[in-house]
């Protein structure tokens, strides 16, 4: 039996298209290429047969009937799109579970729609054929994600310098705020936006309240 891995041709397409995208230098944004060269180690292939074109729940049908005999649950569907991420092309995703060994499986499509799985069979070209992962049962798919912001070395990163003090900004897939670490603290920043602009100010406002309250204390 011939098995197909789509990946690769997905991740041609995609390079090209978002070569010809614009984008502003002082922008951190994350491509597809970064997500999908991290992904490739977990890709399983799906039988040639299942992926007819004319048979549009093809590869749907072959993960819930076939894989560990059908003993495999849907357990959600998202959209990187509901989360205002800095990536600079939106994918769904839904994942399912084994009953038999807990293995995850994971089909991303990206179609720029809908989190209604149902759908991510529909596949009008080659860039949005689904993609069939099995992630480490340790894990969720959400937690994947956030490892190729800290992992890959194709995610863009910023260091900037408040106050003598070297902050590391990381932009995220599934969150709209970026990931910002303090170096000499070694410690982690939460929830201060998504530009290079706002994560200053936001550090700055921390800093400042920071100093009030000792003041207060004093």
């Known amino acids: 039996?011939?098995?197909?891995?789509?990946?690769?041709?997905?991740?041609?397409?995609?390079?090209?298209?978002?070569?010809?995208?614009?984008?502003?230098?002082?922008?951190?944004?994350?491509?597809?290429?970064a997500i999908l060269s991290f992904l490739k180690?977990?890709?399983?292939?799906?039988?040639?047969?299942?992926?007819?074109?004319?048979?549009?729940?093809?590869?749907?049908?072959w993960l819930i009937?076939?894989?560990?005999?059908?003993?495999?649950?849907?357990?959600?569907?998202?959209?990187?799109?509901?989360?205002?991420?800095?990536?600079?092309?939106?994918?769904?995703?839904?994942?399912?579970?084994?009953?038999?060994?807990?293995?995850?499986?994971?089909?991303?499509?990206?179609?720029?729609?809908?989190?209604?799985?149902?759908?991510?069979?529909?596949?009008?070209n080659d860039i949005e054929k689904p993609i069939l992962l099995k992630i480490p049962n340790e894990d969720s798919f959400y937690k994947v994600l956030d490892q190729i912001s800290l992992e890959s070395p194709l995610v863009p990163s910023k260091?900037?310098?408040i106050n003598g003090l070297h902050y590391l900004i990381i932009p995220r897939i599934i969150n709209e705020s970026c990931f910002v670490f303090c170096v000499e603290m070694e410690e982690e920043l939460y929830s201060l936006g998504n530009t290079i602009e706002e994560i200053k100010e936001n550090i700055l406002v921390s800093e400042t309240r920071k100093l009030y309250s000792l003041e207060r204390k004093n």
């Open 1 to 33: 039996m011939n098995y197909i891995k789509t990946l690769e041709r997905v991740e041609e397409l995609l390079r090209k298209k978002e070569e010809k995208q614009f984008i502003n230098k002082n922008d951190l944004v994350i491509s597809s290429l």
């Open 41 to 61: 180690k977990y890709e399983i292939g799906i039988p040639e047969s299942y992926y007819d074109k004319k048979d549009k729940d093809g590869v749907k049908r």
């Open 65 to 124: 009937e076939e894989i560990n005999g059908g003993n495999i649950v849907f357990d959600y569907a998202d959209n990187t799109a509901n989360y205002v991420g800095q990536v600079l092309t939106d994918f769904g995703f839904c994942q399912f579970t084994s009953l038999l060994d807990n293995a995850i499986y994971i089909m991303i499509t990206f179609n720029n729609g809908t989190p209604n799985y149902l759908r991510y069979d529909v596949h009008k």
């Open 159 to 161: 260091e900037i310098e």
